[in-house]
C-alpha cells in the first residue's frame, strides 16, 4: 500500500524537466527511462522558509502601504519625530478590523498562516488517499489518482462511465473502453505476468485527445494496439460503477489537469482603480501643501527637513484607514450575498469586487445550461414527406408495432394499390428510422436494485423499474428514451453488442464492430453493427445539418426543413445510413486499424479512412429535441434590459435555433428588428455586410461565428464599435476562443464593465474555471437580484464609505493646516498620542463603518424599478464632482471648527485641544447622520457607543485635555456653536435639495 502513489513507472522527485514522449512498461517500474514528478498536490503560497518575507513583500509592494511604512520608520530619527512612536506604528501594523497599522501586520501574518495551515491539511488529505499497489484500481464513486490508461473493469459489458466534472465542468458520463487485449486476462494479476508496454505522446493540455500504443510482446503473434481518449482515465474524473485497473502515464505536474490551472489572481476592480486614482491626487495635495508650508517660511535654515516634517504632519491627508474600511466592507457586502435566502446557492469567489456588479453595461451568456435547463425533450421526427409531433407519436408506435408483429408478405389485391404501397412505403421507412435512432448513439442501460428486484435479476431480465441509461449526453438519453416510449427499447449493452427488445418483446442481437465518438470537430457520430439474425453490417451516422449534407444522397428537402425546426427552437440531428458487404467491412477495418496505430498525424490518417465511408448515405430521418428555458429567465432578462446592460448570447447552436431561443427569451423584443448578418468569407464582403448593418437602427444583430472571425480579423474596430450599438448580439457556431476573445475585445475596446455567465472564459479549464470564478449562481433568474439589489448597494455603500473615510481625514488636516499657518508655519502637530489614534478609531471607527448598512430603497423597490440600476453606470456615486464637494465640505468644517476654537478659547492652549477635537468628534457623528438615508438599529448603536466611548475617555485623557474646563458650561456652549456652525448649513443645503431638486429614488421612497 502506497500513499502518494509512488507506483509503476511515476515514482521519483524531479521537477517537469523537458515533456517527453515516454514507453511505460507494466510491472516493471525498473525499465523506466526519465524520471517523473512525483503525484502530489501542491496548492500552498508559500513554505515554511519564505512565509515571512513572502507577506511582508506581498504587504508593501503597493506604493501606499510602502509609504506608511517609511513614514512610520521615519519616527526613528530625532530630527523628524513629531510625537509619541506608536501613533505611527500602531496605525501601521494594524490593517484590519482595528484599523491600526502595527496591530494589522499581526493580523494579516496571522491569516495568511491560518489558510497556509488550512491548504496543507487539504492537500495532505487528498495526498493520502490509498490506492492497490498492484496497478492503480479504483472504485465506484471514486476520484481517479493520476492519468491513466485504462486496462481492465468489473463491469459485465467491458466499459465504464466517468463524471469529467472537475476536468471540463461537465455533469454528464463519459464512455471509456479498456485496453481489449488486458480486458480478455483472466484476473487481474495477470497483468504483471505478461510482457507489455504503453507508448504514451508527451504531456499537454489538451483533454480531449490522445495518442498512445498498447504492444504485447510475449503474444503470438504480438500485439498492437493504438490507444486514443477513450481508454484514458485522467485524474480527478469519478468511476460511475465497477472497479477498474489502469497504468499511470502522467503525474505531478504532468498531469492534464494540472497543466490547464493557471495561478490565480487578485482583481481589482474598476472602483478600486478609481479610489487609487483619488488618493493619488491627494497624495500630490499632500506634497503641495507641505511645500507651500515651507515656501512661506522662504526656505529658511533646513529646509529639505522641514519637508519632510510637513510630509509626515499632514500625513492624514492620504488615509491609510481608506483600504481598510473598503477591505472589511467587502467582506460585509460578500456575508450578505452568501446569506440571502432570495438567492440561494450563491456563492462569492471574489470577495475583492462585488461592488463591480453595481456597474455591469455588458453581460455574455451562454445557451445551453444557462438560459436552457440542459434537460432535452424529444419534440419532432421528420422523414421529408411526413413529419411526426408529440400529438401523432401514437402513429410512429403503430408502425413500429405492426413492423415486428406482422410477417412480411405481399399486399393483397385492392381497388387502390398504390395507397396501400405508400402506406407500407411509410411504414417501413419509419421503422427504419427510429431503429436507426436506437442503434445511433453512446447510451448503456444500467440496472439498479429497487428493493423488490436485485441488480442481478433486474440485469438479467430487463426489468423496465430498474433501468436507467448512462450516456455522455442528455440528447442521446432523449433519443432513446424516445425510441423505448415508441416500441423499440435499449435493454442490453457491452463494449462489443447490443440488444434491442421489440414491442413483441423479442430480444434483437447487434455485434458493434466500430464507434466513431462524436467529437466537436466533426459535429458527428457513427456506428457499424452487424445483425446477429441476418448477418447484415449497417454503418449508421447521425450528425449536426451542416456537415451531414454534404455525406448523405441528395436531396431536396433537409436544408429547408432543417431550417424550419430550428426556428422552432429545436436542436436537430440528420440520421442516415449505408449498407456493407462483409468484402467492404474488411477492407475498411486493415485500413482503420492501420491508421489508427500510427504515431505521427494519427487524426488525419483515421478521418481519411473514416471519410472514405462517409459518402452517398441513405438519408433517414430528421430528429428534433427541445432544451426548455429555465424558470423566470424571461422577466430576469427584461429587468437588465431595464437596466441598461446589453446581453449577447455566445452559442454553439445553429443560427436558426439561437435566433428562434433569443425571442422565445425575450432577449430580441417583439417590435425589434433583427439583422442577420450573412455568410462572409472574404474582406470585400464583410465589409458591405458591415455597412448593410450601420444604416440599421435599434436593431439586433445576429451573427455566426465564421463571419465573426472574417470581421475581426479585418474590421475589429468597425465591428466591434457597431455591436455595442445593438441592442442584443447573438453570436452562433461560436467556438469557446471566440467567446474569450469577444470578452476581451468588449473590455478593452469599450472600458466597460463585462460579466460572462455560464461559459468559462479559458478554454479548457472547465469546472476548474468555474471554481475559480468571481460569483458563482444557481439559476439565471438569480442575476437579477445579485446585481439589481446585491450589485447597486455594494456600489453605492463603497462609494458613500470611501468618501466619508476621506472626508474625516481631510477635515483633521485642514485643521492641522489652520493651526501651523496662525503659529507662524510651525511644524508642530495639533494632536498628540492618543487624541490622533483615537480619531480614527474607537472614536469614529463603528459610526463610519455603519455605512455599509445603509440603503436608498428596499430591495423589493429597486427589483421594481431596475431603472434605478441605470444611474449607477455613469460612475455618478463616486466621481470627481462628488470628490470635489467632499473636500469642499473638509474644508469647510475643518476651517470653522480651529478658527472657531481660536477665536472662543480665553487663556491656555489646552482649551483649543478640547474644544475643537470635542467639536470635530460631534461634527463626524452629526455628518455619518446626515449621510445615512436609511436607519439601521446598529448605526444607531454605533453612535451612542462611539459618543460614550469618548466621553468615557475624557477621564484618562488629562495630558491633552483640561478634564476641569470640559465639564463648564463655557466649554459647552462654545462647543455647541461651533458645531452647529460647522454642519447646519449642510443640513439645510441637504434640504433644500431633496425639496427642489429630488434623487430618482426619493420618489420611490415617499
Known amino acids: 500500500i502506497c500513499s502518494t502513489l509512488a507506483c509503476c513507472p511515476v515514482s521519483g522527485c524531479c521537477g517537469m524537466g523537458d515533456l517527453r514522449p515516454r514507453t511505460v512498461w507494466l510491472g516493471h517500474p525498473e525499465k523506466r527511462d526519465q524520471r517523473y514528478p512525483r503525484n502530489v498536490i501542491n496548492n500552498q503560497k508559500y513554505n515554511f522558509f519564505t512565509f515571512l518575507p513572502g507577506v511582508l513583500y506581498n504587504q508593501f509592494k503597493y506604493f501606499f502601504n510602502l509609504y506608511f511604512l517609511l513614514l512610520a520608520c521615519s519616527q526613528f530619527v530625532d530630527e523628524l519625530r513629531l510625537g509619541a512612536l506608536y501613533t505611527y506604528w500602531v496605525p501601521l501594523v494594524g490593517k484590519s478590523l482595528l484599523k491600526n497599522k502595527l496591530v494589522v501586520l499581526f493580523i494579516t501574518i496571522g491569516r495568511e498562516a491560518v489558510e497556509e495551515i488550512r491548504c496543507s491539511i487539504r492537500d495532505k488529505e487528498v495526498n493520502s488517499h490509498i490506492y492497490s499497489k498492484l ?69 499537454n493540455i489538451d483533454i480531449h485527445t490522445f495518442n498512445g500504443t498498447f504492444t504485447r510482446e510475449d503474444g503470438d503473434p504480438p500485439v498492437n494496439e493504438s490507444l486514443s481518449i477513450e481508454n484514458t482515465l485522467w485524474a480527478s474524473t469519478v468511476i460511475a460503477s465497477g472497479s477498474i485497473v489502469g497504468v499511470v502515464i502522467y503525474t505531478g505536474k504532468e498531469l492534464r489537469g494540472v497543466m490547464n490551472t493557471s495561478n490565480p489572481k487578485n482583481k481589482m476592480g474598476l472602483f478600486d482603480l478609481e479610489v487609487n486614482c483619488l488618493t493619488k491626487i491627494l497624495f500630490g495635495a499632500l506634497v503641495v501643501v507641505s511645500l507651500v508650508m515651507v515656501a512661506l517660511q522662504h526656505f529658511a535654515g533646513r529646509w529639505y527637513l522641514q519637508i519632510f516634517r510637513f510630509l509626515l504632519l499632514f500625513s492624514n491627508i492620504v488615509p491609510i484607514s481608506l483600504r481598510v474600511n473598503l477591505d472589511l466592507g467587502k467582506m460585509v457586502f460578500s456575508w450578505m450575498i452568501n446569506r440571502d435566502s432570495k438567492i440561494p446557492g450563491t456563492v462569492v469567489r471574489a470577495s475583492t469586487i462585488p461592488e463591480e456588479l453595481g456597474r455591469i453595461s455588458y453581460l455574455l451568456t451562454d445557451k445551453t445550461g444557462t438560459l436552457t435547463q440542459n434537460e432535452m425533450v424529444f419534440r419532432r421526427l421528420h422523414l421529408g414527406t411526413v413529419a411526426y409531433g408529440m400529438d401523432s407519436m401514437d402513429e410512429v408506435q403503430s408502425h413500429v408495432f405492426s413492423a415486428y408483429t406482422q410477417p412480411p408478405h405481399d399486399p393483397p389485391l385492392s381497388r387502390a394499390p398504390a395507397a396501400t404501397k405508400v402506406r407500407k412505403t411509410i411504414s417501413s421507412r419509419v421503422h427504419e428510422a427510429v431503429k436507426a435512432i436506437a442503434l445511433v448513439h453512446n447510451v448503456t442501460p444500467v440496472y439498479e436494485a429497487n428493493g423488490v428486484t436485485d441488480q442481478a435479476e433486474a440485469e438479467q431480465h430487463y426489468e423496465d423499474t430498474c433501468r436507467v441509461y448512462q450516456a455522455a449526453s442528455p440528447d442521446e438519453v432523449s433519443l432513446v428514451q424516445w425510441t423505448e416510449s415508441v416500441g423499440l427499447t435499449l435493454v442490453g449493452r457491452d463494449q462489443s453488442s447490443m440488444q434491442l427488445r421489440t414491442p413483441s418483446g423479442q430480444i434483437l442481437n447487434f455485434t458493434i464492430l466500430q464507434i466513431f465518438p462524436f467529437t466537436y470537430e466533426s459535429k458527428r457520430m457513427g456506428i457499424i453493427v452487424r445483425d446477429e439474425s441476418t448477418g447484415e453490417i449497417t454503418f449508421y451516422m447521425k450528425g449536426a445539418d451542416a456537415v451531414m449534407a454534404g455525406i448523405v444522397q441528395y436531396n431536396d428537402w433537409l436544408e429547408e426543413e432543417c431550417g424550419n425546426m430550428a426556428r422552432e427552437g429545436l436542436r436537430v440531428l440528420v440520421v442516415s445510413k449505408k449498407s456493407l458487404t462483409e468484402e467492404q467491412y474488411q477492407d475498411f477495418e486493415a485500413r482503420y486499424v492501420q491508421a489508427k496505430l500510427s504515431v505521427h498525424d494519427r487524426s488525419l490518417k483515421v478521418a481519411t479512412v473514416i471519410e472514405s465511408l462517409e459518402m452517398e448515405m441513405e438519408l433517414l430521418c430528421l430528429t428534433g429535441v427541445e432544451d426548455q428555458l429555465q424558470t423566470d429567465v424571461r422577466p430576469t432578462l427584461e429587468i437588465l434590459r431595464n437596466a441598461g446592460i446589453k446581453v449577447w448570447m455566445l452559442t454553439g447552436d445553429k443560427m436558426e435555433t439561437a435566433t428562434c431561443t433569443a425571442k422565445n427569451a425575450h432577449l430580441v423584443t417583439r417590435n425589434q428588428d433583427i439583422h442577420i448578418f450573412r455568410a462572409v468569407t472574404t474582406r470585400g464582403e464583410a465589409h458591405l455586410e458591415l455597412n448593410s448593418f450601420r444604416r440599421k437602427h435599434d436593431c439586433a444583430l445576429v451573427i455566426s461565428g465564421d463571419s465573426l472571425e472574417v470581421c475581426l480579423k479585418y474590421y475589429e474596430y468597425e465591428f466591434m464599435e457597431l455591436a455595442c450599438q445593438s441592442p442584443a448580439v447573438v453570436c452562433c457556431r461560436c467556438a469557446p476562443t471566440q467567446k474569450a476573445q469577444i470578452v476581451r475585445l468588449l473590455q478593452e475596446r469599450t ?14 479549464e472547465g469546472k476548474q474555471a ?114 470635489l464637494i467632499w473636500v469642499l465640505i473638509s474644508i469647510y468644517q475643518g476651517s470653522i471648527i480651529m478658527y472657531g476654537a481660536m477665536l472662543l478659547f480665553e487663556s491656555e492652549f489646552v482649551h483649543i485641544v478640547a474644544i475643537s477635537f470635542t467639536s470635530l468628534i460631534l461634527t463626524e457623528l452629526l455628518m455619518v447622520a446626515l449621510t445615512v438615508q436609511t436607519w439601521h438599529w446598529l448605526m444607531m448603536v454605533a453612535e451612542l457607543l ?35 456652525v460647522s454642519c447646519l448649513p449642510l443640513y439645510i443645503l441637504k434640504y433644500l435639495r431633496r425639496r427642489f431638486s429630488p434623487p430618482s429614488y426619493s420618489k420611490l421612497t415617499s
Open 135 to 203: 496497478l492503480p484500481r479504483g472504485k465506484s464513486n471514486q476520484r481517479v489518482p493520476a492519468d491513466m490508461i485504462f486496462l481492465r473493469t468489473t463491469e459485465r459489458n467491458g466499459s465504464c462511465f466517468l463524471r469529467t466534472d472537475q476536468l471540463d465542468g461537465e455533469t454528464d458520463w463519459k464512455l471509456r473502453l479498456p485496453v481489449a487485449c488486458t480486458q480478455r486476462l483472466p484476473t487481474a494479476a495477470d497483468l504483471l505476468q505478461i510482457r507489455s508496454y504503453v507508448y504514451a505522446e508527451e504531456p
Open 770 to 883: 468555474s471554481l475559480a470564478a468571481d460569483f458563482s449562481v444557481t439559476q439565471f433568474k438569480h442575476l437579477g437580484r445579485l446585481l439589481m439589489v446585491h450589485g447597486r448597494n455594494s456600489y453605492k455603500r463603497s462609494a458613500a464609505l470611501s468618501q466619508f473615510v476621506i472626508h474625516r481625514s481631510l477635515c483633521i488636516s485642514t485643521m492641522q493646516a489652520v493651526f501651523s499657518s496662525v503659529f507662524y508655519f510651525a511644524s508642530v502637530p495639533l494632536y498628540q498620542g492618543f487624541l490622533i489614534v483615537g480619531y480614527s478609531t474607537i472614536y469614529t471607527m463603528f459610526p463610519v463603518f455603519s455605512l455599509v448598512l445603509d440603503k436608498d430603497v428596499k430591495s423589493e423597490v429597486a427589483m421594481l424599478y431596475p431603472e434605478l440600476y441605470k444611474d449607477l453606470l455613469k460612475g455618478r456615486p463616486l466621481s470627481f464632482k462628488t470628490f
Open 751 to 764: 472600458g466597460k464593465l463585462t460579466c460572462a455567465v455560464g461559459e468559462s472564459p479559458r478554454p479548457h
Open 946 to 980: 462611539s459618543l460614550s466611548c469618548y466621553v468615557a475617555s475624557l477621564v484618562f485623557l488629562h495630558d491633552y485635555i483640561d478634564v476641569y474646563f470640559i465639564a463648564t458650561v463655557s466649554f459647552l456652549w462654545k462647543v455647541t456653536v461651533i458645531t452647529l
